[in-house]
């Protein structure tokens, strides 16, 4: 996990034995996953389901009052030691509104804490002294390559198995790289390997096949097995809803027109086979063919499987076609969809 911490408390709160929790802290950055666990990890050791009742508050940076915020601040507890305050969106406060808290955070309650959770820094940037000088700001950046992959084998390591690097290559190029998606996934294979104390790519084969619906990569991973039943059904689905689930994206995309996406992935995949192809051929070691194509080796696997399907003149021809296709969409030689059948149907079926 890839986080940043600026400062730590010289000291933990009076009152909580044993406990190193700041009055004041600023979580920013996009991994809010991971800034959920931090939070929901220092409400745990602060208040109880039963004092959380009186002495919990969340506030929104956009909406609420900054002086609101102060004074649930200030408050004084009841029937518990402590009060906790979160304030969420606090990039949206403007300098103005910041005034208030930056006044409090010079002398915080000894029995509040209080945790602004932020994207970006935001009108926070110039003020995170202040903040360091009595709690902590921590950065949790968006978990990407190898470090993805680290995380993934830690949190499986948590619960009691080991997790092979295939299998975390082929979670993230199957998943995405969202962590509640990934932790899912990771439980899935966790329960499915039973006794089994290393979870290998043959355990999460199954589990996270379903995830694998109607993608664009689904399209041209059945391309390049060419398997036409399946190519059909995907593009079929693909411009029937106008939904692009990108892997690598958090949310699926609803796009007007996904036929200049869908061409374009198909071409990458015949390039992806073609230099995955010429390396294999040149005997090149595994370890180089990932590095030179900054891919998993699961990945670069399957574009060597997919390769033993396709004669180098074959790849030509299939990236051919799919200019041809998209000279023929731009000058409206005829209907994208039936343009579309056909194109997969010729790419499923190579001379």
């Known amino acids: 996990m890839e986080m940043k911490s600026t400062r730590r408390l010289n000291k933990p709160l009076e009152g909580i034995k044993g406990l190193n929790v700041a009055p004041v802290y600023l979580l920013y950055g996009p991994e809010n996953y991971l800034i959920e666990e931090e939070i929901q990890s220092l409400l745990n050791q602060v208040l109880t389901e039963k004092e959380r009742g009186l ?37 949206r406060l403007d300098e103005e509104r910041i005034e208030p808290l930056l006044k409090y955070i010079q002398k915080p309650s000894p029995t509040t804490i209080l945790v602004f959770q932020a994207q970006t820094l935001g009108p926070w940037k110039g003020h995170r002294a202040d903040i360091e000088g009595v709690g902590r700001v921590m950065e949790y950046p968006r978990l990407k390559g190898r470090a993805l992959i680290g995380w993934l084998r830690k949190r ?5 198995k080991a997790l092979s690097e295939e299998a975390g290559d082929y979670l993230v190029e199957v998943v995405g790289d969202h962590l509640q998606n990934l932790e899912n996934a990771l439980e899935e294979a966790f329960l499915g390997a039973g006794e089994k104390r290393t979870v290998g ?7 996270v096949s379903d995830v694998k619906v109607s993608t664009i990569f689904d399209l041209t991973d059945a391309i390049g097995r060419q398997d036409l039943e399946r190519a059909l059904l995907i593009l079929d689905k693909v411009l029937g809803s106008k939904i692009v689930p990108f892997r690598k994206e958090e949310e699926p995309s609803k796009i007007d027109d996904p036929v200049p996406l869908l061409l374009s992935m198909m071409a990458r995949q015949y390039r992806l086979i073609w230099r995955v192809s010429e390396m294999h051929c040149l005997q090149c070691r595994m370890d180089e063919i990932t590095k030179r194509l900054k891919k998993g080796r699961w990945e670069v696997e399957k574009l060597i499987d997919q390769g033993k399907r396709f004669t180098q003149s074959s790849l030509r021809e299939g990236l051919l076609k799919c200019h041809r296709t998209d000279l023929a969409i731009k000058r409206g030689q005829g209907p ?12 499923c079926r190579p001379r």
Not at 58 to 64: A, I, N, T, V
Not at 336 to 347: H, Y
């Open 336 to 347: 994208k969809g039936l343009l579309m059948e056909k194109l997969v149907i010729d790419l």
């Open 55 to 91: 002495n919990l508050h969340l506030f929104s940076g956009e909406e609420d009052n900054s002086n609101e915020i102060v004074q649930a601040a200030q408050t004084i507890p009841m029937f518990s030691r402590y009060r906790f305050v979160l304030v969420k969106e606090a990039d």
């Open 156 to 160: 499986m390591a948590e619960k009691g």
């Open 201 to 207: 790519l043959s355990d999460v084969e199954g589990i």
